[in-house]
């Protein structure tokens, strides 16, 4: 299983990305996947993630803001981020869970900048 994420950049408080996070593997649309992410001198945090048919869970930070989405014909895990925040800059990474447990597989994380 290998994750790569992408679609962070330098934005303006307020604006909106989407960050993607393509897999391989043929069982994708059975893993639970989320994303992380952990700011300059700060240990790395729970973002949101989506799990079978549709489940979702967000960290109070982002929620209202954040939406997790994914896409299981294209193996492919979403991060749509609107009204950005200055805090919210971090390196955002992608996880799966392939089976039952923790977070095994991780993306190589992708810099979202939020300037104010």
């Known amino acids: 299983v290998q994750l790569q994420a992408s679609g962070g950049g330098l934005v303006q408080a307020g604006a909106s990305l989407r960050l993607s996070c393509a897999a391989s593997g043929r069982t994708f649309s059975s893993w639970r996947m989320g994303w992380f992410r952990q700011a300059p001198g700060k240990e790395r945090e729970f973002v949101a993630a989506?799990?079978?048919?549709?489940?979702?869970s967000y960290a109070d930070s982002v929620k209202g803001r954040f939406t997790i989405s994914r896409d299981n014909a294209k193996n492919t895990v979403y991060l749509q981020m609107n009204s950005l925040k200055p805090e919210d800059t971090a390196v955002y990474y992608c996880a799966a869970s392939t089976g039952v447990g923790t977070y095994g597989t991780w993306g190589q994380g992708t810099l979202v900048t939020v300037s104010s």
């Open positions: 989506v799990w079978g048919g549709a489940y979702t």
